[in-house]
């Protein structure tokens, strides 16, 4: 009976591990949607995008900070968010990123192709 227990914990421990591997691999080709969408609201910098994903999705996924900022990188290189240094006497200087039009309409048509593929996937899986 323990060994059958034993052999329970572990497939469900590789079951948890696939599983977190396929969200982090599907949420890693939406990075540049993903900061899109925060930067709707209000302009942000780094570590407060990083942290709003973070309470978003209850601790459970954070961008390496080289993956954000080589998102970055890509988003301002495609006119997607624009830049700006924040105001040094309010704390440490910050690089604050803003989306622009061009951004908002990148982010609708990420949005759209997100919904086809999640209802693709749905009917195939379901």
């Known amino acids: 009976m323990i060994y059958y227990i034993y052999k329970l914990k572990k497939v469900l421990i590789e079951w948890q591990v696939i599983q977190m591997s396929i969200t982090s691999d599907i ?3 939406h990075t540049e949607a993903i900061i899109l969408a925060s930067l709707l609201e209000h302009d ?3 570590y407060q995008i990083n942290k709003e994903i973070m309470q978003k999705t209850n601790n459970s996924y954070e961008l390496k900070e080289a993956t954000l900022y080589s998102a970055f990188r890509r988003l301002e290189q ?7 240094w924040g105001d040094e006497n309010v704390g440490a200087r910050r690089r604050y990123y803003s989306i622009t039009a061009k ?3 990148a982010y609708t048509t990420y949005k759209k192709e997100w919904g086809e593929a999640k209802d693709m996937i749905d009917k195939l899986l379901i």
Request: net charge positive; aromatic share 18%.
């Open 44 to 46: 942000s910098y780094g």
């Open 78 to 84: 495609a006119g997607y968010i624009t830049t700006y």
């Open 103 to 105: 951004g908002r309409a």
């Open 27 to 29: 949420l890693r080709g």
